[in-house]
C-alpha cells in the first residue's frame, strides 16, 4: 500500500482549550477511514485542519511527501485533499454539469481527471447531469457534492456526516459509492458519521477520538469489543 497521508502530532487550541491534542495517523491510497467519536470530541476540527480550513497550532499535515497543512483550504484542494460538508452546498438553479464544469476547473493539471459522466456513474447518478441541482432529492444532492469533490482531482476525499437524512437504502446506495470511490479510483476516504450501521462496515479502519485524543485505532470489530470505546462513545452500538 502506498501512503499518501501522514498525520502528526495535530494540536489545535482555541485560547487555552485544546479541541484536538497530539493527534497522528496515516492514511494508504484507497483506504477507507471511519473518524467517530461523541460530539465535542474535536472531530469536525481535525478534519477541518486537514481541509485547510484551520491552521493547527502545531503538528504537520503531509499529503504525497508534501507539506498541506495551514495553507488554507484553496490550496490543500489544488494539493489534493477535497471535502464534502453536512449541510449540501449547490447552485440550485444550475445543472449538475455545469457545477461539474466549475469544480474541473480548480483541478491542476498533475491530479487525477475524470469526466462528468464517469463520475456520474460511479456514484449512480447517471441520467442527472442535465438537470437544475434544486430538482434533485436530498440523497441524490449528497451523492452530486462528492461528485464535485472528486471533479477537483483529489487523492484524499474528505466526508463529514454524508448519510445524515438518507433512509436505509440511500445509505446502503451511498456505502457502495464510496466503495468504488476509493477502490476504482485509489483515493483515500475518511468518513465522519455517527450512523454505525454505515459507518461500521464500510470503514475498513476506525479512528476513535475522545477529549481531543485519539482514544483508540483498528478494525472496526477490534474497536467494537474495546471497553474504552464502548464507555467512551459506542455503548449499546
Known amino acids: 500500500m ?3 497521508l501522514t498525520v502528526e502530532g495535530l494540536v489545535k487550541k482555541f485560547g487555552g482549550v485544546a479541541a484536538v491534542n497530539g493527534v497522528s495517523f496515516t492514511l494508504d491510497a484507497g483506504q477507507i477511514l471511519g473518524l467517530i467519536g461523541p460530539n465535542g470530541s474535536g472531530k469536525t476540527t481535525l478534519l477541518s485542519m486537514l481541509a485547510g480550513t484551520l491552521a493547527p497550532t502545531e503538528g504537520t499535515v503531509t499529503l504525497e511527501g508534501k507539506t498541506a497543512s495551514g495553507r488554507g483550504a484553496h490550496r490543500a484542494a489544488r494539493a489534493g485533499i477535497a471535502r464534502t460538508f453536512q449541510t449540501t452546498r449547490l447552485f440550485p438553479t444550475w445543472t449538475l454539469r455545469e457545477s461539474l464544469r466549475l469544480a474541473h476547473g480548480e483541478r ?17 447518478i447517471d441520467g442527472m447531469l ?18 464535485l469533490a472528486l471533479a477537483t482531482g483529489p487523492r484524499v476525499l474528505l466526508l463529514d456526516e454524508p448519510a445524515v437524512g438518507m433512509d436505509r437504502d440511500e445509505a446502503g446506495a451511498l456505502a457502495e459509492a464510496v466503495r468504488r470511490v476509493a477502490g476504482e479510483l485509489d483515493v483515500a476516504v475518511i468518513v ?9 462496515p464500510l470503514a475498513q ?24 470505546v464502548i464507555a467512551s462513545y459506542l455503548g449499546g452500538a
Open 2 to 4: 502506498t501512503t499518501l
Open 192 to 200: 465522519v458519521d455517527h450512523n454505525m450501521k454505515f459507518l461500521m
Open 130 to 147: 442535465d438537470r437544475p441541482c434544486a430538482s434533485l432529492t436530498s440523497a441524490a444532492q449528497r451523492l452530486s457534492m462528492i461528485a
Open 108 to 124: 491542476k493539471d498533475d491530479r487525477p481527471f475524470w469526466s462528468d459522466e464517469e463520475l456520474a456513474a460511479l456514484l449512480g
Open 205 to 228: 479502519t476506525v479512528l476513535v477520538v475522545a477529549a481531543g485524543k485519539v482514544l483508540a485505532t483498528g478494525t472496526p470489530e477490534e474497536n467494537r469489543s474495546d471497553k474504552a
